[in-house]
T-cell receptor, first 116, second 111 residues
């Protein structure tokens, strides 16, 4: 199993540009999570999907952020326009979201975003 | 989810057992104890979880006290690659919900 796959691993862009982060969850998992990690705020949840449907997007900072999950094997997190304060490491995680107490989340390697 | 308390940092000699404590005195009966770790610049890595029985896997052992108010993660033979921040998380299972990471314990394995 390849685990959760994220791309790109590093992204450097200029303020005002559109940024798209991509995630492929573990095959068979039906829940997907986008987290952001900064030194100041630690690891915080942005949004999560269950069966491709957004369940909770209360952590999305503002309208500049949007996330989609068009199918069970792909999700995107888009920032438009990007700002320097968006610089962070963005993690995607997936889980089987089961009822048996085994909905362990598995994280991808992250995308390190730098907005100049 | 119940709040957890962990020491901010610990050292351990390479080859020795690392015992990482976690207090969760307000844990409810349907809440599990999860342990994750994060090695610098990598994504959080799942280690182990349990409800009330002690658990062991290829990475670690989890010892939960009988009253479930505290637990200990044991790395039986720590290596330099185990240097990381270790997070103890208490959460209900049964539905997809976020993980709430606290500040964790920085474990440094010394040669």
């Amino acid at each position: 199993d390849a685990g959760v796959i994220q791309s790109p691993r590093h992204e450097v862009t200029e303020m005002g540009q559109e940024v798209t982060l991509r995630c492929k969850p573990i095959s068979g998992h039906n829940s997907l999570f986008w987290y952001r990690q900064t030194m100041m705020r630690g690891l915080e949840l942005l949004i999560y999907f269950n069966n491709n449907v957004p369940i909770d997007d209360s952590g999305m900072p503002e309208d500049r952020f949007s996330a989609k999950m068009p199918n069970a094997s792909f999700s995107t997190l888009k920032i438009q326009p990007s700002e320097p304060r968006d610089s962070a490491v963005y993690f995607c995680a997936s889980s089987s979201g089961g009822l048996a107490g085994t909905d362990t989340q598995y994280f991808g390697p992250g995308t390190r975003l730098t907005v100049l | 989810d119940a709040k957890t308390t962990q020491p901010p940092s610990m050292d351990c000699a390479e080859g020795r057992a690392a015992n990482l404590p976690c207090n969760h005195s307000t844990i409810s009966g349907n809440e599990y104890v999860y342990w994750y770790r994060q090695i610098h610049s990598q994504g959080p890595q799942y280690i182990i979880h349990g409800l009330k029985n002690n658990e062991t896997n290829e990475m670690a052992s989890l010892i939960i006290t009988e009253d479930r108010k505290s637990s200990t993660l044991i790395l039986p033979h720590a290596t330099l690659r185990d240097t990381a921040v270790y997070y103890c998380i208490v959460r209900r299972s049964g539905s997809a919900r976020q993980l709430t990471f606290g500040s964790g314990t920085q474990l440094t394995v010394l040669p």
